[in-house]
T-cell receptor, first 115, second 112 residues
Framework: GAGVSQSPRYKVAKRGQDVALRCDPISGHVSLFWYQQALGQGPEFLTYFQNEAQLDKSGLPSDRFFAERPEGSVSTLKIQRTQQEDSAVYLC?????????????FGPGTRLTVL | GENVEQHPSTLSVQEGDSAVIKCTYSDSASNYFPWYKQELGKRPQLIIDIRSNVGEKKDQRIAVTLNKTAKHFSLHITETQPEDSAVYFCAASVRGNNRLAFGKGNQVVVIP
């Protein structure tokens, strides 16, 4: 079946611009995660949704970062007033249930470059 | 919070030899340990995982071992092939939260 998809795959923004990154999880998956992956590093947690509820946003680096999942399916990560340090790959992952031992399936990521 | 470390950072092996990557974690409450393979520009793909109620799991050429007392787990790849060349990430579940804490990754290079 279809996996996790993300769009756009690549985004170039000028410093100060706002961007919106979209994630389409696997249909029926309850849990959705956003991670940030800097070059040469492992993914770092940003935020977690259980259906439409954002249960953990402790990883969001600043109040410029905002995420939503209004209908418990598609999610959007928004970054306001982008800075150069926001340049990274933003990965979305989903899992079937709320169990901590559930497999997380990753999307291809959005590579954000802030000039 | 959970801290996951991977060693070595880069590993080169001759085709056909075995590769072993080790990870340590800090939180004794972690109960799920997946390994992901990531090729350049691609998404992380789960290759094997282990839960805290078992000590070893094998899937064809890939195996993972877990030592809960020492808080470390290892990925073993036997009979390596050029297509095994990639970055491998270990991860551990975080107490009270469904997220994963990842290591920094290991670059594995299989030399034909």
């Amino acid at each position: 079946g279809a996996g996790v998809s993300q769009s756009p795959r690549y985004k170039v923004a000028k410093r100060g611009q706002d961007v919106a990154l979209r994630c389409d999880p696997i249909s029926g998956h309850v849990s959705l995660f956003w991670y940030q992956q800097a070059l040469g590093q492992g993914p770092e947690f940003l935020t977690y949704f259980q259906n439409e509820a954002q249960l953990d946003k402790s990883g969001l680096p600043s109040d410029r970062f905002f995420a939503e999942r209004p209908e418990g399916s598609v999610s959007t990560l928004k970054i306001q007033r982008t800075q150069q340090e926001d340049s990274a790959v933003y990965l979305c992952a989903s899992s079937f249930s709320t169990a901590s031992t559930d497999t997380q399936y990753f999307g291809p990521g959005t590579r954000l470059t802030v000039l | 919070g959970e801290n996951v470390e991977q060693h070595p950072s880069t590993l080169s092996v001759q085709e056909g030899d075995s590769a072993v990557i080790k990870c340590t974690y800090s939180d004794s409450a972690s109960n799920y340990f997946p390994w992901y393979k990531q090729e350049l520009g691609k998404r992380p793909q789960l290759i094997i995982d282990i839960r805290s109620n078992v000590g070893e799991k094998k899937d064809q050429r890939i195996a993972v071992t877990l030592n809960k007392t020492a808080k470390h787990f290892s990925l073993h790849i036997t009979e390596t092939q050029p297509e095994d060349s990639a970055v491998y990430f270990c991860a551990a579940s975080v107490r009270g939260n469904n997220r994963l804490a990842f290591g920094k990754g290991n670059q594995v290079v299989v030399i034909p």
